[in-house]
């Protein structure tokens, strides 16, 4: 991208304005620690008057036909896939990732305004006899309220669509408050939502410096109903804790620490491209990747050759050079959190198979791989968040699924083999989501979400939309 011109302020009640107190704060490019612009810091009062033009804008939006609200989402999707490059180019600036990651990621967060689109004309209901007779039962679902959407920085487009698309859906209004490192995507999102004729108060965008206080005094507010959270599982915890002040129903898209099994009698055609695919999309910055890799012991070797082989294809680099296929990670800090991983890695006893090096600069990190790492070491217990392959040999299947299923996480996993033996495993596996004989399982149209401490409730699908839903029950006469 030349130069950013998108929004760089806060969107509260329909119009872009800066901070009360006037504050901004950097957002660098990460592949060369550049500023790319200066954006508004809200201080507690824009907080406090996004969340008044939500609670406004609520009595009449969850009012909207849903006809009207679906065709507002509708246009969102048109313009996003129309201005899919341009969002790309944005992702790719603050977020640093490769331009493959990024447009694919462009196209996703658009599919979650067309899913939900369709979604908004479909929010169920049911009738009921009782089992007495003495009364008919009437279940229907109302839009909750006000929501606070708390995004992060590995997928700044897709986790904002993700929770914007089901609440305006459900006919919620929402406060959106993105990660500070990628501030620019959620504006130029906010903006296609603005062209897309989005009434006032409906969505607005504030991003607090400092953060923490900002989001206790909106959780403290009676009007904010819902918390959609993606993050850290730590972040996570303090905010659960936070709502349950107000009983504050929310949604936790937390940390994972994703196992990928290679069974025995595996196709390894099938189980190298899927674990290309499951640990390196991204960069590797994916709370869904592959984090933990456990190869049976008939298969590693020729595993370990063929992932080099595939790994030795990935050209490091800035986004901005589209051919590039590994861009940077967001920021030092992240970076130099991976090469302190691997650095313990080799302490505890792991061996670099590739990369690992610091020869490169910046925020870049290269495609590496670690062989003989122990279950239970600290990168095999940490969510790495980088290029990292690290793989572990086994000899008996159940000590796989033994070791695949000791984790405090249970978001995503994958398992590869002979498709009856895979599925089998599969059910076995203390995961919200497992990808058989797939390295990609995210899909609009599919419930993400994990179980154990990687989060509560369900995004996408069905589900998605019920989550900025509550229910109500008619009980009348028979
Ligand atoms: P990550 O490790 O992906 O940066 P975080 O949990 O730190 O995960 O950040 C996810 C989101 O949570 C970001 O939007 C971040 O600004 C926000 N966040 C971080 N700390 C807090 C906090 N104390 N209260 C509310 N939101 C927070």
């Known amino acids: 991208m030349t130069a950013y011109e998108g929004p760089t302020d806060l969107f509260i009640n329909g119009a872009w304005r800066a901070g009360a107190d ?14 790319l612009a200066s954006f508004a810091a809200a201080a507690l009062e824009d907080c406090e008057a996004a969340v008044d033009a939500a609670g406004d804008a609520f009595p009449s939006w969850s009012a909207t036909p849903p006809r009207e609200r679906s065709e507002l989402l509708r246009r969102v999707f048109e313009l996003m896939t129309a201005e899919a490059e ?10 640093g990732k490769a331009w493959p990651d990024a447009i694919v990621e462009a196209k996703y967060s658009a599919e979650f305004f067309r899913w939900f689109a369709e979604e908004a004309v479909r929010i169920p209901g049911e009738y009921r006899g009782s089992p007495s007779g003495d009364k008919r039962i009437v279940v229907t679902h109302q839009s909750i309220g006000v929501s606070l959407l708390i995004t992060p920085w590995n997928f700044p487009a897709a986790m904002a669509a993700r929770k914007i698309a089901p609440a305006l859906a459900a006919g919620c209004t929402v406060v959106l408050k993105p990660a500070s490192e990628t501030p620019l995507t959620a504006a130029f999102i906010v903006e296609l939502l603005n062209r897309a004729r989005v009434p006032a108060g409906v969505v607005n965008l504030v991003t607090p410096k400092p953060v923490g206080p900002a989001v206790e005094s909106m959780l403290a507010d009676a009007r904010v109903r819902k918390l959609s959270f993606t993050g850290s599982t730590e972040v996570g915890r303090q905010l659960l804790a936070s709502s349950a002040r107000r009983v504050v129903s929310t949604s936790m898209e937390l940390g994972g620490n994703a196992p990928l099994v290679v069974l025995p009698g595996a196709d390894l055609d099938v189980a190298i491209a899927g674990t290309v695919d499951a640990k390196m999309r991204n960069g590797g910055s994916a709370c869904t990747a592959a984090n933990r890799i456990y190869v049976h012991a008939s298969l590693h070797e020729e595993f370990l050759a063929r992932l080099t082989d595939r790994f030795l294809a990935f050209t490091l ?10 861009g940077a990670l967001v920021s030092q800090r992240e970076r130099d ?27 870049f990190y290269p495609a590496t791989i670690l062989k003989g790492v122990a279950h239970g070491s600290t990168i095999n217990s940490t969510e790495i968040f980088g ?28 398992v590869f083999g002979p498709e009856g033996d895979a599925v089998r495993f599969a059910f076995r596996l203390q995961s919200g989501m497992v990808g058989v004989n797939r390295g990609v399982i995210s899909d609009p149209a ?3 979400g994990g179980v ?18 509550e229910t109500q029950y008619l009980s009348l006469p028979a």
Not at 392 to 409: G, I, K, Q, T
């Open 22 to 35: 006037g504050r901004r704060f950097p957002v660098l490019d990460p592949a060369t620690g550049k500023l």
């Open 86 to 95: 341009t969002l790309a180019a944005i992702i790719v600036a603050e977020n």
């Open 317 to 326: 680099g800035p986004g901005s050079t589209r051919s590039n296929t590994l």
């Open 337 to 363: 959190k991976v090469a302190e991983l691997v650095e313990t890695a080799v302490g505890e006893g792991a061996t670099i198979v590739l990369g690992g090096a610091d020869e490169s600069s910046g925020c």
């Open 387 to 414: 290029p990292v392959a690290a793989i572990v040999r086994y000899d008996d299947v159940e000590d796989a699924l033994l070791m695949a299923n000791d984790s405090e996480f249970g978001l995503s996993a994958y």
């Open 446 to 448: 599919a419930p993400f």
């Open 452 to 469: 154990k401490q990687s989060g509560l409730g369900r995004e996408g699908g069905f589900e998605g939309i019920l989550e900025f839903l």
